[in-house]
T-cell receptor, first 115, second 114 residues
Framework: AQSVTQPDIHITVSEGASLELRCNYSYGATPYLFWYVQSPGQGLQLLLKYFSGDTLVQGIKGFEAEFKRSQSSFNLRKPSVHWSDAAEYFCAVGYSGGGADGLTFGKGTHLIIQP | ETGVTQTPRHLVMGMTNKKSLKCEQHLGHNAMYWYKQSAKKPLELMFVYNFKEQTENNSVPSRFSPECPNSSHLFLHLHTLQPEDSALYLC?????????????FGPGTRLTVT
């Protein structure tokens, strides 16, 4: 069964500093990988996704993520965070091939931005 | 209205009550999903509908009963719930069920079972 690990429950970053959120997945074939963001009281919004091709993908709000097959990782990065980036971030994995049609999510990383 | 809407946004119910959650999507999508989001736990997929047909039921207790009358509407009927069912219930939709299609989420219904 597929699984997703986000090892950091909380991360605190100063405004203007760079950010990297970690995500590791467990699945044999090439997965479909996603990063979502959830602001308080809101649903999840897709930041970016990876299916194939260039392993560095660009998303909305200045985020990017890099797929590294050898490390089974899909880490999310931003060169300079803004106070509005404070939110919960979820990594998710899906695959095609019949059966389960939904995504498997990690437990999330809570991002705190300090002035 | 645009996107995915959910009503009510907040619900408090006793263990003997019967209530329903409603989800509506205005995106012309064919697939709809119910997820449960509990504190300290990953989002749990509950049900998946594709073209109004249920394609997934992740061992959800029978006290949760989904209904999908058409591709735009999805309901979750609740009865005799337990306190551990308190959570944020999220609805999502996508063009189709394949993971290559982005899922669009509603804001959720915060459910408290007393």
């Amino acid at each position: 069964a597929q699984s997703v690990t986000q090892p950091d429950i909380h991360i605190t970053v100063s405004e203007g500093a760079s950010l990297e959120l970690r995500c590791n997945y467990s699945y044999g074939a090439t997965p479909y990988l996603f990063w979502y963001v959830q602001s308080p009281g809101q649903g999840l919004q897709l930041l970016l996704k990876y299916f194939s091709g260039d392993t560095l993908v660009q998303g909305i709000k200045g985020f990017e993520a890099e797929f590294k097959r050898s490390q089974s990782s899909f880490n999310l990065r931003k060169p300079s965070v803004h106070w509005s980036d404070a939110a919960e971030y979820f990594c998710a994995v899906g695959y095609s091939g019949g059966g389960a049609d939904g995504l498997t999510f990690g437990k999330g990383t809570h991002l705190i931005i300090q002035p | 209205e645009t996107g995915v809407t959910q009503t009510p946004r907040h619900l408090v119910m006793g263990m003997t009550n019967k209530k329903s959650l409603k989800c509506e999507q205005h995106l012309g999508h064919n697939a709809m999903y119910w997820y449960k989001q509990s504190a300290k736990k990953p989002l749990e997929l509950m049900f998946v509908y594709n073209f109004k047909e249920q394609t997934e039921n992740n061992s959800v207790p029978s006290r949760f009963s989904p209904e999908c009358p058409n591709s735009s509407h999805l309901f979750l009927h609740l009865h005799t719930l337990q306190p551990e069912d308190s959570a944020l219930y999220l609805c999502a939709s996508s063009q189709d069920v394949f993971p290559s299609y982005e899922q669009y989420f509603g804001p959720g219904t915060r459910l408290t079972v007393t």
